[in-house]
């Protein structure tokens, strides 16, 4: 398959997810019992001709996608509307260590593991939330204590150590707090293991919290503006567009700094705002050394904005194919960037950075 049609269906499966056959997926939930997990958090991550993908199966637009997996001979493969039969590999599942992190670690990769020790956010309140955000509380009004992370990824580790690490989730109490949270977390893995961490959160108010989270061992830190324009925020993000414009800019700076040209990136959503102010404001982040990354809205079913329609392949090609120039231009590539931004397979710049094109 050419660079360009690959980058075509993984735009569509990005954007629409896949429609799962029914024995498949029976099959599929009985060696991965998170197979039908609901949000963004857990969608099935997999890999097509050599390409990351990470895509919805268990959503309501999922099921009429123009995308449908299914099985033959042992193997699994994508259906495309084309009539196109695609192999796809679905990520192994983690061996069992019996601790908490059975249930909060996924592979997105071959060499990526994703934890989210915090399903608790201060912005997740009345009036506050985000749009787009899926994340339903656990019940528990905290995350999941420190130590029993640590004990569980060593056990991980003790297992396989093929993997890097990228932590994220809800912002617990206040962005500081979540920063002093997961730099005691960083600290303790850097006990047992030098892989690369990959941070993702909001910026804190005390600038300072980055330098920590770098001395205390991250490789590269991630903070999702996610919408450009201020006052669109306010609308989207009413919550969390307390922390300014230009407060985000600071700690992009303060980032850049700290964790070096290409080790910090930020998330934009596509579908939720004009184009061209994406690809406006990814022109500003790659100035400064920030990588963007150009997620696809997808109508999750438990965001508020479940009735709105999903982000179109068209769209999502038009920006990433700009990013992606961009970043050749300034000689940031995502694959510089350890964890989540390296993995590549929520967005389309590292297709486009690696393919010869024509913007």
Known sequence: MDCKRLTQIKAGLLCYGVNVDKKVGEELLRSRPYFYDKGFVHAVNANIAGSNVCVSVAECFSGVSPYHLYGKDE?????TEEDERI???LFDDLPKTGTVIDNLARPHSDYV????PSLVCCFDRPGAKCKFCSIKPTGSQTVVPSKEVIEGLHALFAITDRYSINIGGGTYGSPDRMADYLTEIIAG???FTQTPISVELAPPADLYRIEALRSAGASSL????????PELRKKICPGKS???YDHYYKSYRVAVNTFGRGNVSCVLIAGLQPNENIVSECEKLTDIGVIPTVIPFKAMDDCEYHDRNNCSPEDLLWISARVGSMLRQKELSPKMQEGCTKCGGCSLETNYYEMLFTA
């Open 113 to 116: 593991i994703s934890i989210w």
């Open 75 to 79: 193997e699994f493969y994508i259906r």
């Open 87 to 89: 192999p796809i590999k």
């Open 242 to 244: 307390s922390i300014s």
């Open 189 to 191: 893995i850097r006990t």
């Open 222 to 229: 991630i903070m999702n503006l996610e919408i450009a324009d």
